[in-house]
């Protein structure tokens, strides 16, 4: 676009420019030239810089304030000369300014670089609006992911029991905190015979959605008290028995290995309770060390270790036996708990988990689990857990 209120001034500037490919627009103002670019900005404008009516200063400031997608290149033309005349018309948003009278080979020139600025503008532009669509398809679909992980979430927990099962004479009681949306940790029962019940704690490593489809593939093969569908189950004649928690542990590891092509493994403890004569029969298999809690809520540790599962073919494992007095409780666990950061830099171990119990024993079932889950988040000063902790407890109630 030029604007020039002189006829002769417009003419010999178009006659310059014409062997060059620009499509040329004329005003005689600069009220005429903002008509003209409501309709159809330009790229560069040529402006005259005193003109009758308002300035091309004016013009330019105008310009500058309007809303536009595109950047438009403003060359000053004026016969001053003067430094500072033209540093303010740099400082009104001016790019660039030509001397009166104007040699048509420094015009092309200078257009030439208005031209190369105005080529790595739109590149800009470009390339930030493809920024712009992509973050919108990432938010987009971060959203979507966002809402099925809270539906997997539900989900997930839908696989842990009640947070309390009684029993007559005792009770279990659940609880499980994802450091995520979702994580790999598990606790869970079943039931196959009236006096009998299996228990289990199992932590699949790592974190997020990969752990957690290895874990809902575990519990459906924990679940339920079809033998072949639970591969913790047999038929015994008639009746329906819990395999030794070691062959369990085995046959998991078989099929951990040969069904699953996957470089996670998991650990986990398993056993049998008989609900009647409080005794059990565990196998643990990597999992931290279960707990003995007695009336007066002192601690011991018991079990054996063990590899855990989905590590090496063949692997074996060891069973462990426990009689619960009234009054004692078993406490299953995730490492979630004894792993989770102290603020000395260390981390809680069993010494500092024993430590909370004796501070919280007084409290039975759910509300010993929520205890112990305050106490961490107490000592992570009330931030996110940096993993998954379960775990279950086992209460046999004291005689009255």
């Known amino acids: 676009m030029i604007v020039d209120d002189s006829r002769l001034q417009r003419r010999l500037l178009r006659s310059a420019l014409q062997a060059e490919r620009y499509e040329i627009v004329e005003a005689d103002s600069a009220e005429r030239a903002m008509e003209l670019c409501e309709e159809d900005l330009p790229d560069i404008v040529l402006s005259d810089w005193i003109m009758s009516g308002q300035t091309g200063l004016d013009l330019c400031r105008a310009i500058r304030a309007k809303e536009r997608d595109n950047y438009v290149y403003f060359i000053v033309l004026t016969s001053k000369s003067e430094k500072g005349e033209l540093a303010k018309a740099l400082r009104e948003g001016a790019d660039d300014f030509l001397s009166k009278p104007v040699s048509a080979e420094e015009l092309r020139g200078r257009l030439s670089a208005g031209e190369r600025l105005l080529a790595i503008e739109r590149q800009l532009v470009a390339k930030n609006r493809m920024v712009t669509d992509t973050l919108q398809v990432m938010r987009s679909l971060n959203e979507s992911l966002n809402r099925d992980l809270i539906e997997a979430r539900k989900l997930q927990m839908s696989l842990v029991p009640r947070r309390t099962t009684e029993f007559p004479g005792g009770s279990v009681s659940y609880m499980l905190q994802s450091s995520g949306h979702v994580g790999g940790d598990l606790v869970g029962e079943f039931r196959f015979a009236e006096d009998r019940m299996g228990v289990f704690s199992l932590d699949v490593s790592g974190h997020g959605i990969a752990s957690a489809l290895i874990t809902a593939r575990l519990s459906a093969s924990l679940s339920g008290n079809i033998p072949g569908q ?57 999992h931290p060390h279960p707990a003995v809690i007695d009336t007066d809520g002192r601690t011991r540790f018991v ?98």
């Open 303 to 400: 079990g054996g270790g063990g590899m855990p599962v989905g590590l090496i073919e063949n692997a074996t494992y060891e069973d462990f036996e426990l009689d619960l007095a009234p009054g004692e409780r078993l406490l299953l666990y995730s490492d979630g708990l004894t792993e989770c950061p102290h603020p000395d830099g260390g981390m809680l171990d069993e010494d500092g988990l024993s430590d909370m119990i004796q501070r919280q024993h007084t409290r039975t079932g759910a509300r010993f689990l929520d205890a112990l889950k305050w106490e961490l988040s107490r000592l992570v000063d009330d931030r996110d857990l940096p993993d998954d902790v379960s775990a279950a407890v086992i209460a046999f109630h004291a005689p009255d």
């Open 230 to 286: 639970n591969v913790a189950l047999q038929q015994d004649g008639d009746r329906l028995t819990m395999l030794r928690p070691s062959e369990i542990c085995e046959r998991l590891n078989t099929m951990f290995i040969q069904e699953i092509d996957t470089e996670h493994y998991f650990t986990i403890v398993i056993g049998e309770i008989d609900l009647k004569t409080r005794k059990m029969i565990f196998c643990q298999a990597g």
